[in-house]
């Protein structure tokens, strides 16, 4: 049996929590028909996965394939919630969910140029110095430290925060605030997230989302420094 | 008040039975064991008998360790949560002896004598073995200790009482093995073992009565699933589900692979296949089906169109189904052999209560992903494009077109089925 299946295996039996940076993406060689294969999710994320910027449905065309794989099997084991997503995924397997996660993944698709943002310039600035600074006096590292200094995630499994609608970043910050969305142990973001107040929240969604998106959104291939938190299913790869 | 007290009781209780389906299958993706055909292979013809009862989909919480149990059932009376079924001493089975573990499955008591709740199918089970039962445990007992504590049930008085349970038993549950039927062949006796006992099969597919108890639960006439919104069609009925004129390797594949030329396992069926089925040997399928094959029928019932709908109605769902569906289905309902099934003729769409149609309308859905369909194709759900009124017209349209003739459904209907699908 290939390594997944055995990875599988030993998540089944000892519930070990899903490392995807300890499985390989391998090369392309696409089964052809996989397009076919994913309508049932391309309805909601756009052709081809590539959302527009506004609305609530995320992007997830050219997104790292480990985190895309990720979010499948948080979906289906209950770690995130949305049960319109969730019931597609229950009688799928994890191979099955990392093919889908390639085929998303190696998606090389233009991003829409991205919202003029009408907020105060004070409101920006703030979620743009929080982005790039953090605030050391509340001991909050800068999200550019994990997603990588241009935005666009780090292979493969940081995502990028460019090209997302306001409403989902909002959304997903308040959902690990408030215990909702989870990821796997240690789970970093909702370290991340409980020492952002509200108007931190709305200023970092308004910033991000107002940004054009750099490098044709394409992740980075490493880290450029350690973490500075260990993170679930990714501190594995920075190594 | 007695006998109110009691019809609740095992309202509650079934309705915890049946609510188990909406709990998803352990995500194991693990390759089956062999069958265990080899003499002293007790814990590999456990572990087999563990896939045919689909143990682990109940006792394992999403995204939790295997077994541990803590699964919520959620039903109208309140939750009951599924125990902890590994080596654990303190928490788990890892104290417990044969004897105490025959008691649980056979029936129906835990190691303390406290009466169990039905929503553990042991109606079903206390037909197997002996013999069986002990491969299970031997099974159960090399899983991985886990502590976990078992959590109290929340359910309200007078559900959570012993007597009321008692009274339940008393009326509708007799613990029995199987016994074989000598008139039968040897293969219809064991597919009648497996589909009674370990397979669960009239858990679901078995209709209740007005105190929610099944009183011929072999004829898998048919359910409604309480608080499920989908409907486990009758097995003896032509015009539900019966396969008693489909080709024998057509029911064998429908169980293993989750999908044939005719027909989809979809929702709470796909989450069958997905955990238990599809891991059974060839032999044992055959003989499901020899012994589903050889169901006494019902008489057909004829399907009647109940209501007509006025022409903008049936203009709008028209052009619903051409503008969302035809793409996939076909302009007909012809569907694409092997990709997309077809509508027209479909029994999953034709059939008399209309919940499944409407169900995978809402919420979409993937064949399970088996060793024989490893990379199903999906149907998207409409619950957040579509209205209740749009949903309704669009599978009148399907019900009602290319010669399927059955009635159309109503807004109503598919607002009561919408459940958390938005």
């Known amino acids: 049996m290939n390594r997944l299946s055995i990875a599988s295996t030993a998540r089944a039996l000892f519930g070990l929590l899903a490392l995807s940076a300890t499985t390989t993406f391998a090369a392309p060689g696409e089964h052809p028909d996989i397009d076919l294969r994913v309508k049932a999710c391309t309805g909601c994320h756009g052709a081809e996965g590539r959302a527009a910027a506004d609305g609530y449905y995320p992007r997830i065309a050219g997104k790292p394939a480990g985190y895309l794989y990720n979010q499948l099997v948080n979906f289906r084991d209950g770690r995130r919630q949305y049960p319109l997503m969730s019931g597609l995924l229950q009688t799928l397997t994890d191979d099955y969910l990392q093919e889908i996660a390639r085929h998303f993944s190696a998606l090389d698709l233009p991003y829409p140029p991205p919202v003029r943002s009408t907020q105060k310039a004070s409101v920006l600035a703030h979620g743009e110095r929080l982005v790039r600074e953090g605030d050391p006096a509340r001991d909050l590292p800068a999200c550019a430290s994990c997603h990588g200094s241009a935005l666009t995630g780090v292979a493969p499994a940081l995502p990028g925060l460019l090209g997302l609608p306001h409403d989902y970043l909002a959304a997903q910050l308040a959902g690990w605030k408030s215990g909702i969305r989870h990821a796997h142990a240690p789970d970093c973001m909702a370290e991340v997230a409980r020492k952002l107040n509200a108007e931190d929240i709305q200023s970092v969604a308004h910033w991000l989302s107002s940004q054009p998106v750099s490098q044709g959104g394409k992740p980075a291939a490493v880290l450029e420094k350690p973490l500075p938190i260990r993170c679930g299913g990714v501190t594995e790869a920075a190594r | ?422």
């Not at chain 2, 394992?60 to 001493?89: E, H, K, Q, V």
């Not at chain 2, 050889?294 to 051409?322: C, F, H, I, S, W």
């Open chain 2, 1 to 422: 008040m007695k006998r109110l007290t009691l019809s609740a009781l095992v309202v509650a209780a079934v309705a915890a039975t049946a609510v188990y389906v909406a709990l998803k299958p352990a995500p194991d993706t693990s390759p089956a064991s062999p069958p265990g055909d080899a003499p002293g292979d007790l814990v590999a013809r456990g572990e087999y008998l563990a896939r045919a009862g689909n143990c682990l989909a109940c006792h394992t919480a999403p995204g939790g360790a295997p077994g541990a149990g803590g699964r919520a059932m959620d039903t109208p009376f309140g939750t009951i949560y599924t125990s902890n079924l590994t080596s654990d001493a303190k928490t788990g089975l890892g104290q417990w002896s044969a004897d105490d573990f025959w008691n649980a499955l056979h029936d129906g008591r835990g190691r303390d004598g406290r009466l169990l709740y039905p929503a553990f199918p042991y109606t079903n089970y206390t037909r197997v073995t002996r013999a069986d039962a002990d491969a299970l445990f031997a099974w159960l007992q090399t899983l991985p200790a886990v502590e976990q504590p078992n959590r109290a049930h929340t359910l309200r008085f007078p559900y959570d009482t012993q007597a009321a349970l008692l009274a339940w038993r008393t009326l509708y549950f007799k613990p029995g093995v199987f016994q074989p039927d000598a008139g039968k062949p040897a293969e219809w006796n064991r597919g009648a073992y497996l589909v009674q006992g370990l397979g669960h099969c009239s858990a679901c597919h078995a209709p209740r009565n007005a105190l929610g108890a099944s009183t011929d639960p072999d004829a898998l006439a048919g359910g409604l699933m309480p608080g499920q919104n989908w409907y486990a069609p009758s097995l003896a009925s032509p015009h539900e589900a019966s396969v008693a004129d489909w080709p024998q390797a057509e029911v064998v594949a429908l169980l293993r692979d989750g999908v044939t030329p005719h027909a989809t396992a979809a929702g709470p069926m796909a989450e069958v296949v997905f955990g238990s089925t599809q891991y059974l040997s060839d032999a044992d399928l055959n003989a499901m089906a020899v012994y589903l094959k050889a169901l006494p029928q019902t008489r057909p019932v004829k399907n009647e169109v109940a209501g007509v709908q006025d022409e903008l109605r049936r203009e709008r769902g028209a052009q619903l189904y051409a503008d969302q569906c035809a793409d996939c289905h076909g302009e007909r309902g012809e569907g694409r052999p092997g990709v997309w099934p077809a509508l027209a003729g479909n029994r999953a769409v034709t059939m008399v209560p209309p919940a499944n149609a409407i169900r995978t309308v809402l919420g979409g859905g993937y064949a399970p992903a088996t060793r024989g369909n490893p990379r199903p194709y999906g149907m998207p759900p409409f619950a957040a494009a579509l209205s209740d009124d749009d949903i309704a017209m669009v599978v009148s349209h399907i019900r009602g077109s290319w010669g399927n003739g059955a009635s159309p459904v109503s807004s109503v209907d598919v607002q009561r089925l919408r459940g958390n699908l938005r």
